[in-house]
């Protein structure tokens, strides 16, 4: 599968969360390009869950303190993608081949739906209050 390349378009205008996200796109590639063998993609796994879980608490913080209305809205999309990673792991072991087909599925699809739709929406807010 093909490696995603970063655009400007890609950008929440924050440069702190576009940096995360740059971060979080690699892991992702890294996945796709699907060269890992089991056990350095459970290694990407776990890097991911936690990067993206750092990433996540920064995210949360700067909507707060813009006062970002669909911050609720937004932190139950950020804990759905901890439990499905979460579960994906705990998948792994035996179930290999539909393992990665499954993840690497979820995961464009949450590129696209969370990072590129619902992260955009905040964009505005936080440069408002500061946060570039
Ligand atoms: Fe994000
Ligand atoms: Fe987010």
Redesign the pocket.
Known sequence: MKEILWKNEFSVSVEE?DA??KIILELVNELRRGNTDAEQEDDLLTILYQYADL?FSL?ERLMEQSGYTDLEKHKELHDEFRSTIAKLRTDVSGQRDTFSGELLEYLNGWWASH?LTE?MKYSQTLNKHGFK
């Open positions: 969360l995360h996200h990433h995210e990072i992260d």
